[in-house]
């Protein structure tokens, strides 16, 4: 199975921080990765396929970047709205697996 | 607009069994994978199985293999996970997916003596 481990697995930050969250693979996923955002109490809402390629209705603020074993979800600026739990996901191969989730909070 | 609708979820006790479906619409359901996910409580995602648009294929996670069957109805739409001899590590929200990226809102399985 490939393990996905995020990093960090939580963060602190303020409006109008950037943050960067790194999602790494124990084996290449080629680019075969999704981000996701989940609100408590919610499902999770998909940010992007592809490591990079950006929902539709997704904020610009919102990038992805990588392939192979390492990628990055980067908020540009970030809203009140933002603060959530994220989760990177491969697709690569089965079984598909999330990495533990990262935390956004309010600094 | 795309929407999925999970049910069958509640409470059962080790060893037991239950059936959850997925009913689908808004878009081509006899043409998609499909899949389900579940949340233990306070916990990660974790994917637990898929299937292809014909059902000839199926995936699981290890932890589910020979206890879950994942099945679909083109006709009616609909998605199916036969869980049996349910555990405890079970307990968890249960969300269906379409192809991972719309998603329903759950339907709650607690597994408890």
């Known amino acids: 199975d490939i393990q996905m481990t995020q990093s960090p697995s939580s963060l602190s930050a303020s409006v109008g921080d950037r943050v960067t969250i790194t999602c790494r693979a124990s084996?290449?996923?080629?680019?075969?990765l999704n981000w996701y955002q989940q609100k408590p109490g919610r499902a999770p809402k998909h940010l992007m396929s592809?490591?990079?390629n950006l929902q539709s209705g997704v904020p610009s603020r919102f990038s992805g970047s990588g392939s192979g074993t390492e990628f990055t979800l980067t908020i540009s600026s970030l809203q009140p709205e933002d603060f959530a739990t994220y989760y990177c996901?491969?697709?690569?191969?089965?079984?598909?697996?999330f990495g533990q989730g990262t935390k956004v909070e309010i600094k | 607009e795309v929407q999925l609708v999970e049910s069958g979820g509640g409470l059962v006790q080790p060893g037991g069994s239950l059936r959850l479906s997925c009913t689908a619409s808004?878009?081509?359901?006899?043409?998609?994978?499909m899949d389900w996910v579940r949340q233990a409580p306070g916990k990660g995602l974790e994917w637990v199985a898929n299937?292809?648009?014909?059902?000839?294929?199926?995936y699981f996670v290890g932890s589910v293999k020979g206890r879950f069957t994942i099945s679909r109805d083109n006709a009616k739409n609909s998605l199916y996970l036969q869980m049996d001899n349910l555990r405890v590590e079970d307990t968890a929200m249960y969300y269906c997916?379409?192809?991972?990226?719309?998603w329903g809102q759950g339907t709650l399985v607690t597994v408890s003596p």
């Open positions: 997916s379409w192809s991972l990226v719309h």
């Open positions: 808004g878009f081509s359901f006899s043409n998609s994978w």
């Open positions: 299937i292809s648009p014909d059902a000839t294929e199926k």
């Open positions: 084996q290449g996923s080629g680019n075969l």
């Open positions: 592809g490591a990079s």
């Open positions: 996901l491969q697709y690569h191969s089965y079984p598909r697996t």
